[in-house]
Each structure stands twice: as C-alpha cells, then as structure tokens.
C-alpha cells in the first residue's frame, strides 16, 4: 500500500478512537484542581451520553486518566495520597488528544525553584514536548505553567499564569508573551490558565476544542460554573510591589500625583534612573512596562473609590488621572477585567 494510503487508512482510524484527555499530575497537585477538572471532562461525557447537547460527527467522544511520570501514586498539596492509572508515555497519544497538567502548590519563588529542580519536573516537561510534537494539545494552569514553560512549548507565544507569582514567570521565561491579566490564554497547541481554580476556566476551553464550544457552555450552566475571561480583578496589588528601590520610587511618586498623567521621562527621573533602565527593571521585577504599572496602581485605587464611595464613574477617572471618562473606562475593563459599574454592583 502506498505510504499515502497508509497514512491516510491511520486518519481514519484515528478519527474513530475517542479523545483522550490526560490528566498529568506532580507531587505537590492541587486536589481542587485536579478535581474539577476530572468532573468537567466527566460532566461532558455524560451530557452528550444522554443526548442533551448536540455536537458535531466529527466529534470525538471524550476519555481521560490519570497519570504520573513514573506510574506511581503521588502526594498531593495537602499530604494525600493520589492513586494514578499508569504513567506518562508519549506512545498512543496524537492529534485530537489532549495532556492536562493541574495546579501545583508552588505558590511561592522558592517553592518554584525547588518545583523546576526536580528530576520528575525535568522528565514530565521532557515528555510534554514529545507529545506536542505528535499533535497534541497540552494545557496547563496555575504553578503548572513553570513546568509547561520549562518544556520550551511557551517559547515566543502568548501565555498566563497565577497572578501573584506572575513577575516570577516573567523574569525566567522572558521568551514568553506573558498576559497575567488573562484568565485562560490559547496559543498554538497549548492553553494556559491562572490560579489554581482557573482550571476550571482551563478545561472548559479543553472541551470547547476537542467538542465545540456549546457543549462546554452547557458543563459551565450544569456545573454552576462562571465563564470568566480575566483574574485581574482577584489580582491585590500588593503583589505587584517590589523590593527594587527605583520601582518603589515611582510607587510613591505615583501615589503623590495619583490625579494627574504621568510621562516616562517624569518616572525615569522618580526612579533615578534612565527611561531604558526603568523599563528593564520593570520587566525583571514585575513582567510588565513602567506605564502598565502605573495604570494598574490607578486602577487599583481607582477600584477602592469605587466599593467605597457614591462618587461617580466620571468623578473616580478625575481622581486617578483620567480626564476622559471613556478612556478611563477601557483601562479599567483591560486591567480589572470588568467594567467600572461593574465593579461597583459586585461590592
């Protein structure tokens, strides 16, 4: 038979087989997030078993596992033993398929560092990259992020991570397009999500790709699931602050003139620095330009007016710098993730 043939005869089998969405776990796995993502795949499967959402032929129907590097049971975050169903070879899985790595609880640079350090962590995004290059979908969230950075499938792509730790993410991939604000970003053959319940907001667009976006709207209302687009509104800025003296500078210089815009230049020289260091070290310590920082300190005072005060929307841009209520407004959606009367109602 010739190879065409071949290969073509192997579509067609494959396009028979169920979708196999793997669920790659670590010790140190968030239970949370393993959890949901496990009862979205499982919600999926039973909605279209039962009939209650159409989807396309050409649709697979959905599988999953669990799985380890090495085939043994891990520990999770919380000291819990998680049984496993084999380990992790790149051998059945292909196009269609999806890899699944769920939060870990590395919430902190040093927990980071000891996480990518690891022999299993080296081995796992090793056999992450193989899979992908056998045309799987490989997806990831929280702290699980590190790992899929580490395997190189980030490298010049758009991706996110858990907000707090991501001026950390920046610093050790700056490869990596990183939109921290985003909730769930889709890149070429991978997903990335936030925090560790943002996992949910990962396996919804899991489902949406492997069975189309109805059926994962119909989990989201079964499931009681919101579907977000953003965690920059669970984002504290507290975290955004730094231990780099010229960035704290310009904290200050900019809380001093919150009502007021600011050019580069007048930074730079809070910061006792020049316009290209600021923006350097602006980019290692936080993963972001020197303007974005300062947008983000404005909305975030501008988020306090807002749950604390009857002043008007219009009154709030005033007041950190915006004299055109409509600009005002679309920082506030970018940075927020909502919308300033939004913002208000939710307090």
Same mark, same amino acid.
């Given at each position: 038979?010739?190879?065409?043939?071949?290969?073509?005869?192997?579509?067609?089998?494959?396009?028979?087989l169920?979708?196999?969405?793997?669920?790659?776990?670590?010790?140190?796995? +968030?239970?949370g997030?393993?959890?949901?993502?496990?009862?979205?795949?499982?919600?999926? +499967?039973?909605?279209?078993e039962? %009939? &209650?959402?159409?989807?396309?032929?050409?649709?697979?129907?959905?599988?999953?596992?669990?799985?380890?590097?090495?085939? =043994?049971?891990?520990?999770?975050?919380?000291g819990?033993?998680?049984?496993?169903?084999?380990?992790?070879?790149?051998?059945?899985v292909?196009?269609?398929?999806?890899?699944?790595?769920?939060?870990?609880?590395?919430?902190?640079?040093?927990? #980071?560092?000891?996480?990518?350090?690891?022999?299993?962590?080296?081995?796992?995004a090793? /056999?992450?990259?193989?899979?992908?290059?056998?045309?799987?979908? #490989?997806?990831?969230?929280?702290?699980?992020?590190?790992?899929?950075?580490?395997?190189?499938?980030?490298?010049?792509?758009?991706?996110?991570?858990t907000?707090w730790l991501a001026? =950390?993410?920046?610093?050790?991939?700056?490869?990596?397009?990183?939109?921290?604000?985003?909730m769930?970003?889709?890149?070429d053959?991978?997903?990335?999500?936030?925090?560790?319940?943002?996992?949910?907001?990962?396996? /919804?667009?899991?489902?949406?790709?492997?069975?189309g976006?109805?059926?994962?709207?119909?989990?989201?209302?079964?499931?009681?699931?919101?579907e977000?687009?953003?965690?920059?509104?669970?984002?504290?800025?507290?975290?955004?602050?730094t231990?780099?003296p010229? &960035?704290?500078?310009?904290?200050?210089?900019?809380?001093?003139?919150?009502?007021?815009?600011?050019?580069?230049? =007048?930074?730079?020289?809070?910061?006792?620095?020049?316009?290209r260091?600021?923006?350097?070290?602006?980019k290692?310590?936080?993963?972001?330009t020197?303007?974005?920082?300062v947008?983000?300190?404005?909305?975030?005072?501008?988020?306090?007016?807002?749950?604390?005060?009857?002043?008007?929307? =219009?009154?709030?841009?005033? %007041?950190v710098?915006?004299?055109?209520?409509?600009?005002?407004?679309?920082?506030?959606?970018?940075?927020?993730?909502?919308?300033?009367?939004?913002?208000?109602?939710?307090?």
């Amino acid at each position: 038979m010739a190879r065409s043939a071949v290969s073509g005869e192997m579509d067609k089998l494959r396009s028979n087989l169920a979708s196999v969405i793997t669920h790659l776990v670590f010790d140190g796995v +968030a239970e949370g997030a393993l959890g949901v993502g496990l009862d979205v795949v499982g919600a999926a +499967a039973r909605l279209v078993e039962a %009939g &209650l959402v159409p989807v396309a032929r050409r649709a697979k129907p959905l599988r999953q596992r669990v799985v380890s590097v090495d085939g =043994e049971a891990v520990r999770s975050g919380t000291g819990r033993t998680i049984a496993v169903d084999g380990a992790f070879s790149p051998r059945g899985v292909g196009a269609g398929d999806v890899v699944v790595v769920p939060g870990l609880s590395a919430v902190t640079e040093p927990a #980071v560092e000891r996480l990518l350090s690891r022999a299993d962590t080296a081995r796992g995004a090793e /056999l992450l990259s193989r899979v992908s290059a056998r045309g799987a979908l #490989v997806a990831a969230s929280c702290s699980a992020t590190f790992v899929l950075a580490a395997s190189g499938l980030l490298a010049g792509q758009r991706a996110t991570t858990t907000w707090w730790l991501a001026p =950390e993410f920046a610093r050790r991939f700056p490869e990596v397009s990183l939109c921290a604000e985003r909730m769930v970003v889709e890149g070429d053959g991978v997903l990335t999500a936030g925090s560790a319940f943002a996992h949910a907001d990962l396996m /919804l667009g899991v489902v949406a790709r492997v069975a189309g976006p109805s059926l994962a709207h119909m989990v989201a209302r079964y499931l009681v699931l919101d579907e977000r687009v953003s965690q920059a509104r669970y984002m504290v800025i507290d975290h955004l602050r730094t231990s780099d003296p010229a &960035l704290r500078a310009v904290e200050r210089f900019v809380a001093a003139n919150i009502g007021r815009q600011l050019t580069l230049d =007048e930074l730079a020289k809070a910061a006792g620095a020049s316009a290209r260091t600021l923006a350097r070290r602006a980019k290692v310590a936080l993963g972001m330009t020197p303007i974005e920082f300062v947008q983000r300190l404005r909305v975030a005072h501008a988020s306090h007016l807002l749950e604390t005060t009857q002043a008007s929307v =219009e009154e709030v841009a005033a %007041g950190v710098g915006y004299a055109d209520a409509a600009a005002f407004r679309r920082v506030f959606r970018r940075y927020a993730g909502e919308t300033p009367r939004g913002r208000r109602e939710a307090s």
